[in-house]
């Protein structure tokens, strides 16, 4: 029930959906609802809907004629959440939403619940990509135009996933990385103008100042909004978290480390998420909130299990250093040993079996390129690598299903086999290494335009590609079956013309068998 204090504070907050003097704004007016993000399990659907502006009471979702309670996701009413529990698996349902007048806000679509716990699909199809974020305006770091990416997803929707993965880096607006550290001073100017221009983030005011609610709801909708919008309406949406989601870049200096996340950067990462990602459904308990955040577990049935990480939050250094949590490490290897689904999938925000020669990748290596970026790799901990081989260790110890790694933050596309890391044998079941495509990155590529080098293979490793490593854009589609693994990429970089997107052909194939 709204009080008067709250329809009066959205009122006076509807310019922060339009074009504001000072440049503070959302992206283009794509109509009433700026974007439709939904998540689903097996007994379970959600939905968030983030408006153009904000409504005088509650928007009304509706689930096959019945009405789910509306949850108010941001202060100023900008993002609105639903959630519907104990729902049958596998079943499709119609979904409409409307205004508190009853009028439509879009047509009714509908939106389908994961197969049943102790279902046998004997087919289920996932959408891979990462790296989606980046101003539209792309300067004076360079990402791809909205057109451009929004022409990507509408490609691969074309081939009807039944749900999409999307690792890391949904959003990129870095504050004490990019405006003090990082790059060189005429770049970190350039940065400041953008910011001021777009999107100021003020960390000498109040967390929830004006101002700042404003820059989150700016950065929200140029940058997911605008290509999101509803185009993923009926697929169940996925979001891993990545460095830049925290609002920083993976570095560290004199002046400290940039992660684990600060306080003001986690709040600003908690009120992206609230607003613009899709709910989180399949958490596992790790028995603190904050370190259950890091990890989200997809169960397709008997056929498939999804385990995603985030490697940004959780880490640490000294004797025991890590980029997980001990509590989601410990999670990952005991789930990898005891779940019966067919097909296990792990879904790190750092990559395995490659290195951009950044601080915080599972490897040691350093980049060449201290010339136009800063090389911060000497405070790399070794404990980072420790926990990537005991967490290689469970996946290639599996005796019946394949190991496969499809990961997020680098911005290429490869398929690789892992056969060794560093004493580790892996031979008997190697690791299938997969960078899926990036969605955002402009051109020239990353990591080569900013570190002067390549994506490369991490010497520690004895790896095979199977699909050359590629700075280009793309996605994959991952299908899976009772006894294997298909994965189609689809890769696209400019200056090839956005028109060739929409016919777009898999550039490689590749199956990875069940074991016998």
């Known amino acids: 029930m709204y009080d008067r204090r709250f329809v009066l504070r959205g009122a006076a907050a509807l310019g922060l959906g339009g074009f504001l003097m000072d440049g503070v704004a959302w992206s283009k007016s794509q109509g009433t609802v700026r974007a439709i993000l939904p998540s689903a399990t097996h007994d379970t659907l959600a939905v968030k809907a983030l408006l153009e502006t904000p409504p005088s009471a509650p928007p009304v979702l509706t689930i096959d004629g019945r009405p789910v309670a509306a949850q108010r996701m941001d202060v100023d009413g900008y993002a609105w959440g639903f959630i519907q529990r104990g729902l049958k698996g596998g079943t499709r349902h119609e979904l409409n939403l409307k205004d508190e007048f009853g ?25 891979f990509f990462t790296c989606a974020g980046g101003d ?43 405006l003090k550290y990082r790059r060189d001073a005429a770049t ?19 967390f929830d100042s004006e101002t700042n609610r404003r820059s989150i709801n700016t950065i929200v909708g140029r940058q997911i909004a605008s290509i999101y919008e509803d185009r993923f309406a009926s697929v169940p949406l996925v979001f891993v978290t990545d460095d830049h989601d925290y609002y920083e870049n993976d570095n560290a200096g004199p002046w400290g480390y940039s992660l684990p996340p600060r306080a003001f950067i986690f709040g600003l990462y908690q009120r992206t998420a609230a607003m613009a990602h899709p709910f989180a459904l399949s958490r596992p308990d790790l028995g603190d909130p904050y370190k259950s955040g890091t990890l989200e ?28 949590f001990p509590e989601a490490e410990a999670w990952l290897i005991e789930r990898t040993r005891r779940s019966t689904a ?5 879904a790190p925000s750092n990559p395995f079996g490659w290195s951009a020669g950044k601080l915080g990748e599972w490897y040691a290596d350093g980049g060449s390129g201290e010339s136009t970026f800063q090389n911060d790799k000497g ?13 290689a260790a469970a996946l290639s110890a599996q005796e019946r299903r394949a190991a496969i790694s499809i990961s997020g933050d680098m911005h290429a596309s490869a398929i690789s086999t892992i056969t060794r890391s560093a004493d580790l044998d892996l031979s008997s079941n190697p690791i ?32 095979e590609d199977a699909a050359p490593m590629e700075e280009r854009n793309g996605f994959s589609i991952v299908d899976a079956y009772p006894d294997r693994i298909e994965v189609r990429q689809f890769r696209w970089r400019p200056p090839e013309p956005v028109e060739a997107i929409a016919t777009l052909a898999p550039s490689h194939s590749y199956t990875i068998a069940r074991r016998s």
Do not use: M
């Not at 691969?156 to 996933?161: G, I, T």
């Not at 970190?188 to 109040?206: F, G, L, M, S, V």
């Not at 067919?342 to 792990?346: S, T």
């Open 342 to 346: 067919k097909h296990l999938i792990q």
């Open 297 to 324: 577990a997809v169960r397709v049935g008997k056929l498939l299990e999804i385990d995603l990480f985030d490697c940004r939050r959780g880490w640490s250094t000294g004797p025991n250093a890590g980029v997980l």
């Open 103 to 127: 009028a439509a806000l879009r047509d009714p679509w509908t939106l389908k619940t994961l197969p049943g716990l102790d279902s046998e699909p004997d087919h289920f199809r996932v959408l």
């Open 432 to 463: 299938n290494a997969i960078l899926p495509g990036t969605i955002g990155t402009g051109t020239p590529g990353f990591p080569s335009s900013a570190r002067g080098v390549l994506p490369f293979h991490a010497a520690a490793l004895e790896i």
């Open 136 to 178: 539209e305006e792309g300067k004076p770091y360079g990402y791809l135009s909205v057109a451009e990416r929004r022409a990507l997803f509408d490609r691969a929707l074309s081939f009807k996933p039944d749900l999409a993965i999307a690792n890391g880096d949904h959003v990129y607006w870095d504050l004490d990385t990019a």
């Open 379 to 391: 405070y790399w901990q070794k404990g980072w690598f420790e926990q990537h081989q005991r967490l």
């Open 188 to 206: 970190r100017a350039a940065t400041e103008a953008q910011y001021r221009k777009i999107a100021w983030i003020d960390e000498d005011t109040a």
